[in-house]
């Protein structure tokens, strides 16, 4: 596969996740519902998947939920079982998403815009999307991922082919 495929899929699935995120999907299901096809796992099942994850683990303001969509496909899509290359591949990732974006910390991502405390999300309206940096996020971890999992592939048919 070369970069400009690499490139083309890597563009697909950051606006798959930035529109799942814009339809009210939280943000760890947006980038894990871009993979749908990869990983074998059925819409529902990925949407229990990332359920906790969002606004930084359960609104905790933690590690950014997209960037942990992109870690969990890191391990659903490439684990063998070596926790090694496990961590080396999620730090790649998150290099590349502190790189682009500043940081993992769903509170830092989110430094000067208004939230709201506690476990409710905050409802959906287009304020929303205008003052929060989420659905780009969403768009960059997707796009972050594809390009690392692509790029470690062995075999360079085991995503974005199926």
């Not at 287009?126 to 470690?152: D, W």
């Amino acid at each position: 596969m070369n970069r400009n495929e690499i490139d083309s899929i890597a563009k697909e699935k950051a606006e798959k996740a930035e529109s799942f995120f814009r339809s009210g999907y939280g943000c760890a299901q947006a980038v894990l519902l871009a993979f749908k096809e990869e990983t074998g796992l059925d819409e529902k099942t990925l949407i229990k998947l990332g359920a906790p994850f969002g606004g930084g683990i359960g609104r905790m303001r933690q590690v950014c939920g997209a960037a942990l969509g992109a870690f969990m496909l890191s391990g659903l899509l490439k684990s063998e079982g070596n926790r090694a290359e496990d961590y080396a591949r999620v730090r790649d990732i998150a290099a590349k998403y502190t790189e682009e974006n500043g940081s993992v910390v769903c509170a830092e991502l989110l430094k000067g815009v208004k939230v709201t405390e506690g476990t409710a999300p905050e409802a959906r309206d287009e304020g929303y999307y205008k003052r929060r940096p989420c659905p780009k996020l969403c768009a960059s971890a997707a796009e972050i991922a594809a390009h690392v999992l692509l790029t470690s592939c062995q075999k360079s048919d085991e995503l974005g082919e199926k």
